[in-house]
């Protein structure tokens, strides 16, 4: 009788061409997510309701990513969830730069075109944005999840950043011919180096070794279990650790995506900032994040207590310490100290990056505990909770500040009301990590007795 094969890891040249992929998503979505919001707005005179419907239509369409996880568990293979994602994806950004030619001439036909464009993208980032995560769930060494997640995650946001700086030189002069030339090239290219990074990464040689579970005498992979999505998805539920984490993702991004539409508007109105003192604020941030995001990956690597490895620890951690600098913006308008609130913007940049970083590792690791073969439908659930956040953070920090506004009467304490409120989110996302936590070593403190038994 021969044994199962032990689970062949990643090398960190593979991660870093898996971060290729993530890379070539942010290229796409970028540029539909921010560009075409400007155009639609400024060069069309739409309302802002509109490009902000359409991205709220993208998020929500991520609700079918235990869909997409479930077809990635059922095939055993996760590279071809990410070649058709990346074309749905490509084919949707193709369409939504073609829309706004369509607007200037058809606002009805603009419209419907780009409803259909940003539900390809959702698709698209459903598809490929999972399995990429299972991918990475399943090979990574455990030690590693934490700084292969900051590799993965930093070469998307180089993707946002060298795209957008790559295409505004192009886009000059601006014309409606030269948006859909651009669109159409990037789109093509990310399909290319998605393609060429994802070729051989399941080869046949790999792939019998690849997996923690359901591997037979001979080392061939077993057949999967023919059930629904319905009966999978209950199968998943059922476990007190995927339910907790799930309202963990969403409690923690909501609270991290419910700010970005509201501190710079505050830094205008609590401290007079202009719009260039404003955008220079939010690289102060963005600075923070990756800081935060760079020191969680060293330690988790390096560090030789287990306290400082545990993401968990970590992730609770760097959401109460999140919550803390959230208090620091509240207490930033009645001290009236520009120094005090640019610390505070900046330790939340790194507490945000911290505990973002860890949670994203949390969830490669949570991935592949309890039932077996389900780990892309547990992916996709966390995934779909962590876009219904996205797509309601900037609606609900946005309405409540207006709310405020009306009962405070002062727009900064409108503000700083709803970083208070961001701040006690911050803190029920840390107690649903302990839960999680909680329940994780109960588990597996009751498969250790079953086994000892």
Known sequence: MMSA????????????RLGLVQASLGSIVVLTTSLLNRVMVVELALPAILPGTLVALHYFIQLIRPRMGFGSDQTRRASPWIRGGILVLATGGILAAASTVLLSDSIVLGIALA??????????????????????????????????????????????????????????????????????????????????????????????????????????????????????????????R?????????????????????????????????????????????????????MLAFVTTRAKSQKLTTLSNWTIGGCLASALAMLGLVLSGPIANVIFFKVAVFLLGIFNGAFSIAAIGSMMQFASLGSARREG???????????????????????????????????????????????????????????TRSQTQTNNMSSHLVGVQ
């Open 5 to 16: 094969p032990e689970t062949t890891y990643l090398t960190w040249p593979q991660i870093a």
């Open 115 to 240: 409803t259909v464009a940003f539900l390809m993208i959702g698709i698209g980032v459903s598809s490929s944005g999972t399995a990429l995560l299972v991918l990475l769930a399943k090979r990574v060494e455990p030690k590693k999840k934490a700084a292969a997640a900051t590799c993965v995650w930093l070469m998307m946001i180089f993707g946002f950043a060298f795209t957008a700086s790559v295409s505004g030189k192009f886009l000059t002069p601006f014309t409606f011919e030269r948006l859909l030339m651009v669109s159409s090239t990037v789109s093509v290219i990310a399909v290319i180096v998605t393609f060429l990074a994802i070729w051989g990464m399941e080869s046949p040689a790999v792939k019998a070794g690849q997996l923690n579970t359901g591997v037979d005498e001979v080392g061939e992979e077993a057949a999967p279990a023919k059930v629904s999505f319905r009966e999978a998805f209950a199968e998943v539920w059922k476990e007190s």
């Open 242 to 294: 995927v339910r907790s984490f799930t309202w963990f993702v969403f409690v923690s991004m909501l609270a991290y995506s419910s700010q970005d539409l509201i501190l710079e508007p505050f830094a205008a109105v609590a401290f007079g900032f202009s719009p260039a003192e404003t955008t220079s604020l939010s690289g102060l941030q963005n600075g923070g994040v990756l800081v935060g995001m760079l």
């Open 377 to 435: 439908v547990r992916m996709g659930i966390w995934g779909a909770s962590q876009a219904m956040a996205f797509g309601l953070g900037g609606i609900i920090g946005t309405g409540l500040s207006d709310i405020a506004r009306i009962v405070l009467g002062d727009p900064a304490s409108a503000y700083a009301f709803v970083f208070f409120l961001e701040g006690v989110l911050f803190v029920m996302a840390a107690y649903l990590s302990y839960q």
